[in-house]
Nanobody, 121 residues
Framework: QVQLVESGGGLVQPGGSLRLSCAAS????????MGWYRQAPGKQRELVAI???????NYVNSVKGRFTIPGDNAKNTVYLLMNSLKPEDTAVYYC???????????????WGQGTQVTVSS
């Protein structure tokens, strides 16, 4: 089995910063990608940022220039560095990873439990 454990959410004022962390553990041969999604009340879950094992990144337009997604392949960990936070960034943030458990297996997607980020004065 594979587990994704997130940390780093909380309450921050507009214009502030937060760092989210997501660590993958368990039966892992390789990780194809890791990413962050978010879901605000009454809205669909959306992709925020993603990084592939090769280092390619992609961001939703609304966070470009404010968020970055560095990864640490050696630790199977991905971060989400969030700057210039806005009230509309308020959501539950979920980590997702595409993981191969053996050399011959097809990658499966795994989700973390989510961490709340609230941007409010």
């Amino acid at each position: 089995q594979v587990q994704l454990v997130e940390s780093g959410g909380g309450l921050v004022q507009p214009g502030g910063s937060l760092r989210l962390s997501c660590a993958a553990s368990g039966s892992i041969f390789s990780i194809d990608y890791m990413g962050w999604y978010r879901q605000a009340p009454g809205k669909q879950r959306e992709l925020v940022a993603i990084v592939t094992s090769g280092g390619t990144t992609n961001y939703v337009n609304s966070v470009k220039g404010r968020f970055t997604i560095p990864g640490d392949n050696a630790k199977n960990t991905v971060y989400l560095l969030m700057n210039s936070l806005k009230p509309e960034d308020t959501a539950v943030y979920y980590c997702k990873a595409g993981v191969r458990r053996t050399i011959t297996s097809i990658g499966d997607d795994y989700w973390g439990q989510g961490t709340q980020v609230t941007v409010s004065s």
